[in-house]
């Protein structure tokens, strides 16, 4: 079964990734938040796998746009609720490969899980 890479088209990181999938002759599908947006349920099973705050990428642009007051008290039902709302602030990217769940592009982890 071939990993499907979730995550924007046009971000740094998901270049980085993309690059590192095509030089290592790895077949992927790729799910697109900006066009497709996030499928139904994916956050919550992310999330029970790694946790949320693996998820959320609190750095960003996006999530530092979003009010304070949205974000106070936050839980993981208060930020999977954000982040399905703000798919930019999803870290990126989240590859599905077999069993494994990769959250940001890692070489390491990707050689190790991937090819």
Known sequence: MKPKVYGIRNCDTMKKAFAWLEA????????????????????????AKV?????ANTRGPTWRRIPDAEK???????????LE??????????????????????EKQFAGSIT
Do not use: C, M, Q, T
């Not at 290592?24 to 999330?47: I, M, Q, S, T």
């Not at 946790?51 to 998820?55: I, V």
């Not at 106070?72 to 954000?82: R, T, W």
């Open 85 to 106: 709302k703000n798919s930019s602030a999803i870290r990126r990217p989240i590859v599905e490969a077999g069993g494994a769940l990769l959250v940001g592009f890692d």
């Open 51 to 55: 946790g949320w705050e693996k998820l």
């Open 24 to 47: 290592n002759r790895v077949d992927y599908e790729f799910h697109d938040y900006k066009k497709a947006g996030v499928p139904p349920g994916k956050l919550r099973a992310w999330a």
């Open 72 to 82: 106070a008290a936050l839980n993981e039902a208060k930020a999977i609720s954000l």
